[in-house]
């Protein structure tokens, strides 16, 4: 499975989008992007996902790029209960993830 | 989402006995279960990978003897801790997926395991 790459932390204010960056230059065709998160002493908790094209759902938005090499995903509205660490994940279909160390963030008030 | 439980959720146990979690997925048949442990201010760390029916299979570095794992059932999957040591405390989380193409894993909340 391919790396990813992102920031060890961000901070964000409240009420403001929160945009996490990843890098993945070396994906390949037939894997995924994934986003969990992870609040302190909880499981981590899936977010969002896709292969191509941009996604939306209730939590978030991820945005990939063309090539594919970069996605970012956007928290619209932060509150501090999404202060987490948040794992961008490129996986095949299967479940099996291998999480980096994703990136801190704390929404502040 | 799908519901994964574990269970206990925290588990205090003396050096040289063995310790049991489970987690079960209680909404959904998980054709596959997955192991992780997790070490303070630190990323979660793969252990192994169990289908139902069939033998676990571990990660590098990680002692099958040590840490059995079963899957017995789609929604059952044990991880038993064996001899442990102090140096087997940690965080265990699990998680499971479904059978099906795009299905995203979902994850328990979680074990403490303390070893004194």
């Known amino acids: 499975d391919a790396k990813t790459t992102q920031p060890p932390s961000m901070d964000c204010a409240e009420g403001r989008a929160a945009n996490l960056p990843c890098n993945h230059s070396?994906?390949?065709?037939?894997?995924?992007v994934y986003w969990y998160r992870q609040i302190h002493s909880q499981g981590p908790q899936y977010i969002i996902h896709?292969?191509?094209n941009n996604e939306t759902n209730e939590m978030a938005s991820l945005i990939i790029t063309e090539d594919r090499k970069s996605s970012t995903l956007i928290l619209p509205h932060a509150t501090l209960r999404d202060t987490a660490v948040y794992y961008c994940?490129?996986?095949?279909?299967?479940?099996?993830?291998?999480f980096g160390q994703g990136t801190e963030l704390s929404v502040k008030p | 989402g799908a519901v994964v439980s574990q269970h206990p959720s925290w588990v205090i146990c003396k050096s040289g006995t063995s310790v049991k979690i489970e987690c079960r997925s209680l909404?959904?048949?998980?054709?596959?279960m997955f192991w992780y442990r997790q070490f303070p201010k630190k990323s979660l760390m793969l252990m192994a990978t169990?289908?139902?029916?069939?033998?676990?299979?571990?990660e590098q570095g990680v002692e099958k003897d040590k840490f059995l794992i079963n899957h017995a059932s789609l929604t059952l999957s044990t991880l038993t801790v064996t001899s442990a040591h102090p140096e087997d405390s940690s965080f265990y989380i699990c998680?499971?997926?479904?059978?099906?193409?795009?299905?995203?894993?979902?994850f328990g909340q979680g074990t403490r395991l303390t070893v004194v």
């Open positions: 998680s499971a997926i479904g059978q099906g193409a795009e299905t995203e894993a979902f």
């Open positions: 070396t994906i390949s065709g037939n894997e995924y």
């Open positions: 896709g292969l191509k």
């Open positions: 994940i490129v996986s095949r279909v299967e479940g099996k993830l291998i």
């Open positions: 909404d959904f048949q998980a054709t596959t």
């Open positions: 169990s289908n139902e029916g069939s033998k676990a299979t571990y």
